[in-house]
């Protein structure tokens, strides 16, 4: 498989404040895999820079070859930790919103999921619950046919109803060449769904490796491997 | 509802292990369709290339067999079947005895248990 995601000695700092030091890593392409990590630790950060809304202190990030910009949101769908919708807005302005800012939205796909999860498109964003915003959200960025999908925890602080719902659309949308990168420190919800996980520790990677191969050779979750590595 | 799988062990062979289970139990029928990789995924709550990986082993093993466009289908092998469920009840039935032994009940005691318990109706 291709590589989707390249980080070679990627550093940002925030001030003195040093938020990624010197990251190499690389994603393949077709994979689910979870960046996990403490509270400031860097997930959010890295994500950033994957998406262009920050730019690298040192070091280069290169999305399917290039250089975050044009291209790579063309093909990067991304789920912010916090919302970017104008919330007085009704879903289906959202869903054109959408559809004129991404070439590969699938409007017809969009419907279609907020059919199944009885939401109305004419309701305003404000008016929803918390979990109901989150489903829109996500409805709206697994329905682009993206290369790499970045979900800045898409399950906090929902109930787990709400989760179950979440995590199967992301098995059930997206593309198999696609690759997910998802950040959460819910990790005993969604270990079963990861291929792989990157483990982030003080703007350090700690570990990548696949989710199977922890089972297999320490016998343990992903979860308890984490409580493990990252003990205060 | 995803399956209760544990998530200390492997994935992949929770899900073989289940997957025959249903086969042997007759919820999937011999010669019938099985569900798509992705539809099983999504109902087991798993990563898609994990069930994959589950069910190129069943196949390995001829329990499911795969039609180039259509999809995998149960074997429609009987005999297999019912000699696979022969070899499951075996191995439940010894475990039984070991953990009866444990408690001190011989094999003749334990089956002596069991009659007077199914007379009383209460197996």
Known sequence: MKTILECKNLSKRY???QALSGINLSLKSGRIIGLLGP?????TTLIKLINGLLTPTEGEI?????APGVRSKSIV?????RTYLDESMRIAEAIDYFGDFYRDFDRNKALKMLKKVNLDPSLRIKTL???NKEKVQLILVMSRRAKLYCLDEPIAGVDPAARDYILSTIINNYEPDATIL???HLISDVENI???VVFIQNGHIRMQEEVETIRDKEGKSVDDLFREVFKC | MPWNLDSSRPIYTQLVERIQLDILAGKYQPGARLPSVRDLASEAGVNPNTMQKALAELERENLVHSARTSGRFITEDTAMIEKMREELATAQIREFFEKMQQMGFS???TIVLIEKMMKEGKA
């Not at chain 1, 290169?62 to 290039?66: A, E, Q, S, V």
């Open chain 1, 194 to 196: 990861l291929d792989e």
């Open chain 1, 39 to 43: 509270n400031g630790s860097g997930k």
């Open chain 1, 62 to 66: 290169l999305i399917d070859g290039t």
């Open chain 1, 77 to 81: 769908s991304y789920l912010p930790e």
């Open chain 1, 15 to 17: 001030g003195r404040t």
């Open chain 1, 182 to 184: 998802l950040s959460t």
């Open chain 2, 107 to 109: 094999s003749q005691k």
């Open chain 1, 129 to 131: 619950s918390k979990g």
